[in-house]
């Protein structure tokens, strides 16, 4: 009894030192004329400065016959522009001591760099030559189809599980979008013309349909003018951007499926279709995942891996979806153990969450590990850059980030169980069995 009063006093502890580290993020934000929405958080505590971009483009904005545009533009945007030659993006950062990279999903594709603040006008015009100058030539395209090939080789073709999303998306989705991950196929970028790719970029490459967001060692009134001199100019998309209407219809039954891999353990997978992320569930739904997997002492590491020996891997996670997306559960069988017999007992911890108690020191924890985790996304300045963006993209209100902590640390323990039983049903799932080829 001392011992659990204790112990619950200690994660109350912790939990006040996490609330009290948070503090409020100020930032400014303007449109330029151009439509181009501007973000500018001021850190001077060191001499750093992220310059990010992000693009409200992702694979659910492709056609379904040239899927992997958005992922392959990632790409083709390192090549040069009218103003900067030919793989020389990489080589002017190394030379400025900065470092740069970017990614594609879904909905989005984001472009960073982060540099010594002085060199703030260099990651302005780098990004600005990305955005009005891309250079998409028959040399460009050429050397990164062969890069995307590769990529998708390494990472999904010759990978253990490497197809697990591929096919998790395309067995959940048959209408929307999502059905295609944004890695795409290589089979359309290969068929794809010169006018074809430029025509992506006209569309989705303007002002219009971006957010620039700086964090880091500036002063606000001299950003606003570099801002302004690199951007301002920059002329407005024409070009009507239509977002997907496709509406995945509600599933009624569950869908099972067996894939053959290169592997030799098997792995069993649920994928429970969920709102998109501005849904207010989508807190308790975050909750819920930490509770099942966040950690050693999880659920389902503690009952799957620790006491059943069932499997050597376990996890769950809800992927951020701008429209209704997934939450995944899945489990890497354990040696001699069949994919059935861990198919039952991943099942058994799902109606478990359901239905079994969730004790109070239990969930105290999941708060500390989920107050943890979204003050350490916002403790660099390149994570705010990021954070400031994808809350006015997606959500409408940058100011967000200095609320949406409060959203988490509202969810109970009864809206927990709720979602649980609303989203993980069998009626709503897909069930993926991964088997060695051999079997």
Same mark, same amino acid.
């Given at each position: ?9 200690f994660i109350?502890?912790v ?5 009290s580290q948070?503090k409020k993020?100020d ?7 151009n439509?181009?929405?501007?973000i ?7 001499p ?6 992000m693009y409200h483009v ?12 958005a ?9 040069g522009?009218?103003n900067?030659d ?13 470092a740069?990279n970017?990614?594609?999903?879904f909905?989005?594709?984001?472009y960073y ?5 002085n060199q703030l ?5 780098v ?6 100058h ?5 040399i460009g395209?050429?050397?990164q ?8 080789s390494?990472?999904?073709d ?18 929307h979008?999502?059905?295609w ?10 068929q ?5 790719f430029?025509e ?7 002002? =219009?349909?971006a !957010?620039?967001s700086?964090?880091? *060692?500036?002063?606000? +009134?001299?950003?606003? /003018? @570099? #801002?302004?001199?690199y951007?301002?100019?920059i002329?407005r998309g024409?070009i009507?951007?239509k ?5 995945e219809?509600v ?10 891999d290169?592997?030799t353990?098997?792995l069993?997978l ?13 807190y308790?739904?975050?909750m819920?995942t930490?509770l ?6 999880s659920?389902l590491?503690?009952?799957l ?16 979806t ?11 069988? =354990?040696?001699? !153990?069949?994919?059935?017999?861990? *198919?039952?007992?991943? +099942?058994n911890?799902? /109606? @478990? #969450? ?19 985790n ?5 403790s660099?300045v390149?994570g705010?850059a ?8 997606f959500?409408g ?5 200095n609320?949406?902590?409060d959203?988490y640390m509202a ?10 039983n ?6 709503n ?11």
């Amino acid at each position: 009894m001392k011992k659990s009063f204790l112990s619950a006093l200690f994660i109350m502890l912790v939990s006040t030192i996490l609330l009290s580290q948070t503090k409020k993020i100020d930032f400014v934000e303007y449109d330029l004329d151009n439509g181009l929405h501007v973000i500018l958080h001021k850190d001077n505590s060191t001499p750093i400065v992220a310059v990010s971009i992000m693009y409200h483009v992702g694979s659910k904005n492709e056609e379904p016959d040239r899927t992997g545009f958005a992922h392959f533009f990632e790409h083709l945007m390192f090549e040069g522009s009218k103003n900067i030659d030919r793989g020389q993006f990489d080589k002017i950062m190394e030379g400025a001591g900065a470092a740069n990279n970017a990614s594609t999903s879904f909905d989005r594709t984001f472009y960073y760099e982060i540099l010594p603040s002085n060199q703030l006008d260099l990651g302005l015009w780098v990004e600005s030559e990305r955005l009005l100058h891309g250079k998409i030539d028959s040399i460009g395209v050429e050397t990164q189809r062969k890069v995307v090939k590769e990529e998708r080789s390494q990472r999904m073709d010759n990978q253990p599980y490497g197809s697990l999303l591929e096919q998790t998306f395309s067995h959940s989705y048959k209408v929307h979008p999502y059905r295609w991950t944004p890695i795409g196929s290589t089979q359309y970028i290969d068929q794809a013309t010169i006018e074809e790719f430029v025509e992506f970029y006209k569309k989705f490459y303007v002002p =219009n349909n971006a !957010v620039l967001s700086l964090a880091g *060692d500036i002063d606000y +009134d001299i950003a606003k /003018e @570099k #801002v302004a001199k690199y951007f301002a100019d920059i002329p407005r998309g024409t070009i009507e951007i239509k977002k997907p209407t496709e509406v995945e219809p509600v599933k009624t039954e569950e869908v099972r499926d067996v894939v053959y891999d290169n592997i030799t353990l098997p792995l069993v997978l649920y994928a429970y279709h969920i709102p998109g992320m501005s849904d207010p569930d989508s807190y308790s739904l975050t909750m819920l995942t930490t509770l099942l997997s966040g950690g050693e002492s999880s659920r389902l590491n503690k009952s799957l891996v620790d006491d059943q020996q069932k499997a050597r891997v376990t996890g769950s996670f809800p992927l951020p979806t701008e429209d209704p997306g997934l939450f995944l559960a899945y489990a890497i069988s =354990n040696v001699g !153990v069949s994919a059935d017999d861990l *198919d039952k007992a991943l +099942d058994n911890e799902i /109606e @478990k #969450v359901k239905s079994s108690p969730i004790e109070e020191t239990e969930f105290q924890k999941l708060r500390n590990q989920v107050e943890n985790n979204f003050i350490s996304s916002n403790s660099r300045v390149a994570g705010i850059a990021e954070s400031l963006a994808d809350y006015y993209m997606f959500y409408g209100n940058t100011d967000l980030i200095n609320s949406d902590l409060d959203k988490y640390m509202a969810v109970t323990i009864d809206d927990i169980k709720r979602v649980a039983n609303k989203y993980l049903t069998k009626e709503n799932r897909v069930v993926l069995h991964y088997l060695p080829k051999e079997k």
